[in-house]
Each structure stands twice: as structure tokens, then as C-alpha cells.
């Protein structure tokens, strides 16, 4: 089962405008990141924020959690053409005494020039 | 350079083939993870390991299976007992497991012909 679900799924905005995608999970983590993946490429890292952590920056780049709602958002401020692609949330969840790396399904963003 | 690289990045199988997705890394990195993508499904996980000569399965381990004899290498078989293997495999490892970056490979695409 898929651990986080990403909203909305399709994003289309205008270059320069912020663009905010939302991550709601279902049990308790250790942390959370967010991944972009380009069309028909691997996913990159963005930025992992722990569950003790209510907010981060990096770059253009801001995610707030709220582990009591079992959410997280990513905001890009000032979009460019060039961060058109897809992006995941992802959760550590335990299983069996071991721990695994679950995606949600992803928001596509569109960023129009 | 240190990465994940998978090979090979597209790969045709008969019905009835077993094919085996090749995936290393030289990141020195414990953990493995093989996940399938198919459109609008985001990520789904298979097999993950964390560390060598053990493996775990993900949400949907059915009709594949996976080896970890050596830290640097992880592949993936996919079995005719697969009914719908047309899809994107990504492999990432991660140093120490899901509290950690993962790093992704480009993926195969794999095509059922």
C-alpha cells in the first residue's frame, strides 16, 4: 500500500507564480522527502525533513509538516519553465522490524513560460 | 564518478520469458529498493534490502524475485508468472535505509512483446 497521497495530481501554473503540492500519509514516520522526476528519468532528491523538524528551505524550496495532521506540503516560489516534472512525497514505513522507502502516487506540475 | 546505474534502459520480453534487470551501484550505500511504475500509479514497491544477503518483499513482490549477494548489486527477475510486466522499473539505494536520501537509477522500460 501506498503510504502518501500527493494533491492535487496535475498542477498547470504560469512561470513566476508559487506552486504548492500537498502530502498526506497515514502512520507515524521518522521522516518525509520529496523527490522530482523528469518524464521517462529517475526521481532526484529534494529535501528530507525529520518528524521533529515543522519546516525547511533549500533554495527555492519550502516544506512544512504537521505530523499531527499526517501532512506535509512543498512550495516553489518564483516557478521557471524548467521545473516542469513530477513530484513525489515519500515516508519511511516499518514492516516486519524492517524499514522501507514508500512513494505516493505524485503531482504532475506544469509550468507554462 | 559514484552512482546507480540500471541497464539496460529498454528491453523487450516474449510472453513466457523470464528477463533479469540488471542494477549496481558504487555508492557504498546498504540499502536497495526495486519499484515498478506504471502511469498515474506512482511508485509501487517490490523488493527492498538492506543489507547484504537478505531482501524483504514490497506491496507487489508476485512474479518477480531478487538477489543481494553483493553490496554493489541488486537485480531484479522478472518471471513469466508476471501477468502484466509491461512497465518502468527504478532501482535506488540509500546509505542506511529509508531515514536516508535515496539515490535513483534511470530505469528500464521494460515491453512485453
Known amino acids: 500500500s501506498q503510504q502518501g497521497e500527493e494533491d492535487p495530481q496535475a498542477l498547470s501554473i504560469q512561470e513566476g507564480e508559487n506552486a504548492t503540492m500537498n502530502c498526506s500519509y497515514k502512520?507515524?514516520?521518522?521522516?518525509l522527502q520529496w523527490y522530482r522526476q523528469n518524464s521517462g528519468r529517475g526521481l532526484v532528491h529534494l529535501i528530507l525533513?525529520?518528524?521533529?523538524?515543522r519546516e525547511k528551505h533549500s533554495g527555492r524550496l519550502r516544506v512544512t509538516l504537521d505530523t499531527s495532521k499526517k501532512s506535509s506540503s512543498l512550495l516553489i516560489t518564483a516557478s521557471r519553465a524548467a521545473d516542469t516534472a513530477s513530484y513525489f512525497c515519500a515516508t519511511d514505513s516499518t514492516q516486519g522490524g524492517s524499514e522501507k522507502l514508500v512513494f505516493g502516487k505524485g503531482t504532475k506540475l506544469t509550468v507554462n513560460p | 564518478d559514484g552512482g546507480i546505474t540500471q541497464s539496460p534502459k529498454y528491453l523487450f520480453r516474449k510472453e513466457g520469458q523470464n528477463v533479469t534487470l540488471s542494477c549496481e551501484q558504487n555508492l557504498n550505500h546498504d540499502a536497495m529498493y526495486w519499484y515498478r511504475q506504471d502511469p498515474g500509479q506512482g511508485l509501487r514497491l517490490i523488493y527492498y534490502?538492506?543489507?547484504?544477503?537478505?531482501?524483504q518483499k514490497g506491496d507487489i513482490a508476485e512474479g518477480y524475485s531478487v538477489s543481494r549477494e553483493k553490496k554493489e548489486s541488486f537485480p531484479l527477475t522478472v518471471t513469466s508468472a508476471q501477468k502484466n510486466p509491461t512497465a518502468f522499473y527504478l532501482c535506488a539505494s540509500s546509505l542506511r535505509g529509508p531515514n536516508t536520501e535515496a539515490f535513483f537509477g534511470q530505469g528500464t522500460r521494460l515491453t512485453v512483446v
Open positions: 502512520t507515524s514516520i521518522n521522516n
Open positions: 534490502s538492506q543489507i547484504v544477503n537478505d531482501f
Open positions: 525533513i525529520r518528524s521533529n523538524e
